[in-house]
């Protein structure tokens, strides 16, 4: 991996953030490709056979996946996460020339949306709310993230994954108080320049120690990416460390 890519990978959100992953199913995507014209007019034995693309397995889900301190997680919530996370995980399985391990990621789904129902009482204990301003900057991020140019195409595109108008506001809500909850359980997260030297280097080390020869950009030209990719880190691990101490005190049942 070149040090461009490492450091490029913009804000790290926490494995419990997937409501983001729930509100951006299928808001963003490659469009279907042309037909190759010199591939279709080839003959059939010419043309190398393409294994079938892999299919989500969700038989034998239950209506409710999990409860959380008394708040169900619904096989619909499960669902369409799930589906969104097995995409991507389809995607680099089979770039490596592996099979997605389904029953793995149905577990790893389910933990995350019981992390993320935790992460929502919390803030509802703390009295958190989601402000007009919040709520605009988040909106915004998701249009950059998804590329669509309006909120009426996001809205479109969320509503083609079942989410009507009332939903799509609720889990926007929902993320912006769950931003703010880490933004608050992790204090100030601006690096020194000492962590921000250190990652550098290390990205370099990693990169020459993988043997890429590619120009390495000065750490001037990518402060901020670094900068970027180390408050994200501070804000994951105070993420983690708070969903421990919620799941210590809290009355869970995981149904899969």
Do not use: H, W
Not at 55 to 74: F, K, M, Q, R, Y
Not at 183 to 194: H, I, K, R
């Amino acid at each position: 991996m070149t040090i461009s890519r490492s450091l490029r990978r913009g804000r790290l959100l926490t494995a419990a953030l997937v409501a983001s992953a729930t509100l951006l199913g299928g808001c963003s995507g490659p469009a279907n490709a042309p037909e190759d014209t010199a591939a279709s007019t080839a003959a059939p034995s010419a043309a190398p056979e393409q294994a079938a693309p892999p299919e989500p397995d969700l038989e034998g889900i239950p209506d409710v996946v999990a409860v959380v301190n008394g708040t169900e997680i619904s096989r619909e919530l499960f669902t369409t996460t799930y589906e969104g996370q097995f995409s991507q995980a389809a995607a680099q399985a089979q770039a490596g020339g592996q099979e997605v391990d389904q029953d793995q990621l149905k577990t790893t789904v389910a933990d995350n949306l019981v992390s993320t129902e935790l992460l929502r009482q919390e803030a509802a204990t703390r009295g958190i709310e989601a402000t007009t301003e919040a709520r605009a900057a988040a909106l915004d991020e998701l249009l950059q993230s998804s590329g669509l140019g309006s909120e009426e195409e996001l809205r479109a595109a969320a509503a083609e994954q079942g989410l009507d108008d009332a939903e799509f506001d609720r889990q926007l809500s929902d993320q912006v108080k769950l931003d703010a909850l880490l933004a608050e359980e992790a204090g100030d997260t601006t690096p020194t320049d000492q962590e921000i030297q250190d990652a550098y280097d290390a990205a370099v080390a990693q990169q020459e120690a993988g043997g890429d020869t590619t120009a390495i950009p000065p750490l001037e030209e990518v402060r901020s990416q670094v900068e970027e990719q180390l408050r994200g880190g501070k804000t994951s691990e105070a993420a983690q460390a708070l969903i421990g101490t919620l799941r210590e005190g809290a009355e869970i049942t995981v149904n899969l």
